[in-house]
């Protein structure tokens, strides 16, 4: 089954200053890999996805790049803010076939000192 | 609308008890999912199901069922509790073709077995 490695576990930047996060995969079937992000105490929330037939995709200070050959994908956060301190969760799923399941990584805590 | 929702909030379980945990989601999602989150660590699949009357196993489904009879809900059943299973339960729903495949997740379950 799918298996889905997050480096590093945790990860403490100036404010401004960038924060990457890199995860890989196993199953060359996925096609779909969201990132969601998890303040302390509440539910987890979609920031961020890529389908496997886009290499990039950005969102203001956020983005994602995709490698498919070399399965691993990345999360980038520039100009990093104090609220963006939270738990980073990245995933990966076969979305829209009918064995779909989403398995996640184990996490990133991300620290964004003032 | 209310999106996922779960009950209870919070609960103590003696060591073989059994409880059934809740979720009921009003997005006309067919993709439904259980995940148990323990303390510091990641999001583990328990149980999922791609329509009412399907359902499949994640990573984690041990000591757990699960029944969807309905779109709208997706109840999670412990039997002879464990302290092993003291975590936090998320639940979380997502849509079926499109350009997202977003889980929503409801707020959560803790449970504490003892």
């Known amino acids: 089954g799918e298996n889905v490695e997050q480096h590093p576990s945790t990860l403490s930047v100036q404010e401004g200053d960038s924060a990457v996060i890199k995860c890989t995969y196993s199953d060359s079937a996925s096609n779909y890999f969201p990132w969601y992000k998890q303040e302390l105490g509440k539910r987890p929330q979609l920031i961020i996805d890529i389908r496997s037939n886009v290499g990039e995709k950005k969102d203001q200070r956020i983005a994602v790049t995709l490698n498919k050959t070399a399965k691993h994908f990345s999360l980038h956060i520039t100009e990093t803010q104090p609220e963006d301190s939270a738990v980073y969760f990245c995933?990966?799923?076969?979305?829209?076939?009918?064995?779909?399941?989403?398995?996640f990584g184990p996490g990133t805590s991300l620290s964004v000192i003032p | 609308n209310a999106g996922v929702t779960q009950t209870p909030k919070f609960r103590i379980l003696k060591i073989g008890q059994s409880m059934t945990l809740q979720c009921t989601q009003d997005?006309?999602?067919?993709?439904m999912y259980w995940y148990r989150q323990d303390p510091g660590m990641g999001l583990k699949l328990i149980y999922y199901s791609v329509g009412a009357g399907i359902t499949d196993k994640g990573e984690v489904p041990n000591g757990y069922n699960v029944s969807r009879s309905t779109t709208e809900d997706f109840p999670l059943r412990l039997e002879l509790a464990a302290p092993s299973q003291t975590s936090v339960y998320f639940c979380?729903?997502?849509?079926?073709?499109?350009?997202?495949?977003?889980?929503?997740f409801g707020p959560g379950t803790r449970l504490t077995v003892t």
């Open positions: 979380a729903s997502s849509q079926t073709g499109g350009s997202s495949y977003e889980q929503y």
């Open positions: 995933a990966a799923s076969s979305a829209g076939t009918s064995y779909d399941k989403v398995i």
């Open positions: 997005m006309n999602h067919n993709y």
